[in-house]
């Protein structure tokens, strides 16, 4: 009988259904953020879960003060006490907290996304708990130590009552600034009349911003966006106040 | 392998499997390097795909057959065939891949509410960059962590997608409001609603938020402990129905999209629980898990795994456990993958439709190609045993393998070889019945309505051994599981693995019914594009509108319509089917009874102007294809379905692989190496892509030329190295 024909031996016979698994946690990066080494990568690690989990409670909280305040606003109408001013100090003060907790949040959104892009922690020595697995009270987002505060003069032109709050990012490096239209929490409103102009010398920024007349009240928010990187450098609320 | 020769490789069977592993190995590049025979019972190609031509040149299918705009290995085996063939396009209609699939965006799930009323949910799901078939980048992978991401993603954009709609929902409700009221009183609603529209849309708008984040901590999860990531989902979810729950109890249109949030969120949370982002076994770790029951341990609500998308998810894989539609089971593991792929790694479209008969689309090109490229075709042979070389006569360290392959002859042909196709207005086709004229004894074997394809009918002229060395050096089995115990009787007595194979992957038979009408689909209450149902009620839960075959066809009065329906078929209680007298026509008769009772009962629901006030279906709608309007021949009621087309699949290759929970592991895969020149092929294998469809086929098919050829290369299947 001639020699059979046979299959030739194959160098693997499964699927890779894991390429993290497949590669080793090496090739991915994992091995660095564990090593355990005392080095950047752990004090990255604490840095993420201190972040993850201020993150994780003030996004608790964002969401029940929202809910609470429509829940509140549902009683008030099941007991038909709608009076129009009844109703406008609830949306001032929901627009007030809103504002607050979406600045906080995104501070830290913003950070952990940094963090998450592998630019190490935000502040060089600052303490974190890398055990922390639990949330912890939201604190203030850190700020800058070794570079300065980036000035900024704002000018606003409005018929009505008018706020604006700018949170910087922990470090922002102030080059090339560019500040989004604005828009509206509650809709698809915009507010577009926003520029960012840049400083000259010693001269600080300038944010003008002009809201036309007819403008609805309300909550608007933007990105203030570093053009050379094209990433976050902070953010802008803006309020506009009952007519 | 020896290099002196050319490798003979027997391929059995004719499906979509078996003719991808010859297309593979006849490759100009291979340089004819194995010289292929396909071995095909009766007349035609197509296994579970093939269709054939009827009365009016009428496409009959097995069953309703759509591509997926994630079917990247079946999509690039068809453009290449079809760039291959170079059809010229004055002569024939269908000449480029392009003429043949068209983009079917248009998708429905049925839902039924409260009060027993049956609604279908339209979407369009979006096209997306590509095509299926083009070149995947360099490098491209697929991880869980990337389809957990996009899953949260989806999420967003959910919520994203209920804010927007607000605006039209307020819009509806105020407008009694302003109605019924003095000019006050109405000012004072609207302020009201305007406030609880701002304090929902501004829970909206921090769900939205708390889900971006969800979205950065699936990315980097190995750097966020696992129960803040939990908490953080339970979270959302827990908040998401407080905010909603009012809110959908009147609107089901809302309803449908929570389900969809909430069984996303379910499988993220289950996915992370699971460990399935680093899980070296990808989504097989919870294969034991029917994919209902996984999704209630991870925290779907009782309304979403009632929903008509999970309803759905069952019918379409025909996940019913011996056709009991009240055994619903179906893998985790698969259906997770199944879903993940279709929803976030579509192409160009969500499905596709075959611009004719599967056979003609499919079947007719590869055939062609194949004979150019010398592949031979025997038809009229069915495979009647794989025998082993005794086990006393293997050689120290040998392994085991084919000695021959026994084959029953159907027919003998008259001159030279079989040819198969019939044209249709310059496109070649697969005829509904064998040509008799090439056969000796034709008109004999027509006479006596041989049935050529029926497992039950196994008359034949002749027997036929092929012999290992002599006739060929490998073989691939592609034959439906169904017919494995049958054919490879050996095999399954002396290796437990094939045992347990035929014992734990389960098959199904299936029905179809095919009905083309005298009124168009608007005039029969549903309006718009052509879509595809799923979810409906049984025995006929899938539906598809295919009005755009009819042109292709040629009856004399042209229909204005043409429904495809499908579903499970159950098997007959604690009997064997193979050994029922005359069961294929016992069970064409159910699917008969079947279709009469849902026109009669059913149909109203979907197409509520095919019934009549009295709620009798209008059985004048149905066309003959034979002629007119005065035709008579099935004038008179429900007797007029006879002049439709209707199919019980229940030869065992035929029936359709389940993916049922924990049986993965029992496939055996194209890349087995216990038998030195076997290898299989076919969507029931172990091809990484376990469920029943073309793309597993195709990759089953391109898996066994790797087997034998080591081309192609596994890196360039697409999704066979997927979790």
Known sequence: MPTRIKKPRLNRTRPIRSWPAFLGASATGTDNARSGDGSGSSRADGAMNDVVARSVDLGYRVIDEYIQQGQKAARRWAQQSFAPEALGDDTQELARRMTRFATDFGSLWFEAWQLALGQGPPAPGRETDSSASLPQPPSPPPTGEERPPIRLRILVSSPYPTEVMVDWLPHPVARHLRVQSLRAIDSNRQLSDVKLEAAKGDEPYRLRVRVPRGQPAGVYNGMIIDEDTNRPAGTMSLRILRK | MSKSRPIRVAVIGGGCAALTAAFELTRPELRRRYQVTVYQLGWRLGGKGASGRGPADRIEEHGLHLWMGFYENAFRLMRETYTELSRDPKRCPISDWRDAFAPAPLVGVTERSAAGEWSIWKGILPPTEGLPGDPLPAGHRWTVTDYMARSVALVGTLFRTIQFSR??????????????????????????????????????????????????????????????????????????????????????QLQRVWNIIDLTLATVRGGIRCGLLTEPRGFDAIDAYDSREWLRLHGASEEALGSGWIRALYDFGFSYENGDVTRPRISAGQALRSMLRAFFTYRGSFFWRMQAGMGDIVFSPLYEVLKRRGVRFEFFHRLENVRLAPSDRLRPGESPYVEALHFGVQAEIKRGEYRPLVDVRGLPCWPAVPDYRQLVDGARFSRERWDFESHWDSRKVASRTVRVGRDFDQVILGVGLGAVPYVCKEIVARDPRWRAMIDHVQTVATQALQLWMHADMGELGVPGDPMTVSGFVEPFDTWADMGHLIAQESSRRTPRALAYFCS?????????????????????????????????????????????????????????????????????????????????????????????????????????????????????????????????????????AHAISQSPALEDIVGFDHP
């Open chain 2, 167 to 252: 605006d039209g929902v307020f819009a509806a409700s105020g407008a009694p409001a302003a109605d019924r009221g003095s000019p006050s009183s109405s000012l004072v609603l609207d302020a009201i609603a305007r406030l609880l529209r701002y304090g929902e849309l501004a829970t909206m708008a921090g769900l939205i938020q708390a889900v971006s984040f969800l979205e950065v901590m699936i990315g980097s999860l190995s750097q966020y402990p696992e129960n803040l990531v939990l908490r953080l989902l339970d979270g959302i979810a827990s908040n998401a129905r407080t905010v909603l729950t009012t809110r959908l109890e009147s609107e089901p």
């Open chain 2, 568 to 704: 499970v078929l159950p098997d007959p209680d604690g009997v064997d089917p193979v050994r029922v007298r005359d069961y294929p026509a016992k069970a064409s008769e159910q699917v008969r009874r079947n279709a009469i009772r849902f026109l009669s009962r059913d149909i109203g629901l979907l197409w509520p102007r095919a019934v009549r006030a009295t709620g009798e279906f209008r059985w004048d709608l149905l066309a003959d294809p034979t002629d007119s309007v005065k035709s008579r021949q099935y004038a008179g009621g429900e007797a007029r379905l006879g002049s439709q087309y209707w199919r019980a699949n229940v030869n065992p290759t035929d029936r359709y692989a389940l993916s049922l929970p924990g049986s993965s592991a029992y496939r055996i895969s194209p890349l087995d190496e216990t038998y030195d020149n076997l290898t299989v092929c076919g969507d029931w294998t172990d091809c990484g892509f376990n469920a029943g469809c073309v793309e597993a086929a195709v990759m089953s098919g391109r898996l066994a």
